[in-house]
């Protein structure tokens, strides 16, 4: 049985902070110049999850149209799909700078995702339910 241990305000605020480090991540990890394809990846990934986030029904939400359970399964596919990118779009081997981030982010994010309580905290949602005590 998973231990959901992680609340939905949590989770939310690393929603944001791993969407700008996906965005940051090729200059960070400094594989912008030998990858354009990890490049955009990375951006692209790190802007929809940010952009989920923003939809999401839980604390961090602003429009709060998607649920919580489905943001979940959504942050598990996109973990699961930055591990294998690497390999699954051929810049594995452009140095463990380029394929590195996308592992360890994407391993994180499915593992976060698997953690989190699916009930947010929060004091109403657009749908009506009540936060939980």
Same mark, same amino acid.
């Given at each position: 049985m998973l231990m959901r241990v992680i609340p939905t305000r949590m989770h939310a605020a690393a929603d944001y902070v791993v969407g700008v480090l996906l965005i940051a991540s090729p200059w960070i990890f400094q594989y912008s110049d030998e990858s354009s394809v990890a490049t955009w990846i990375a951006v692209v990934a790190g802007l929809a999850m940010i952009a989920m986030s923003l939809m999401t029904d839980y604390e961090g939400g602003v429009v709060r149209m998607i649920a919580m359970r489905m943001h979940l399964v959504t942050d598990a596919a996109l973990g %699961?799909?930055?591990? %294998?990118s690497p390999w699954l779009f051929g810049f594995a081997d452009e140095g463990v700078n380029a394929w590195l981030p996308f592992v360890v982010i994407g391993l994180l994010e499915a593992g976060t995702a698997a953690m989190t309580d699916p009930e947010p905290r929060h004091e109403r949602s657009p749908r009506g339910r009540h936060a939980h005590a």
């Open positions: %699961v799909f930055l591990a %294998v």
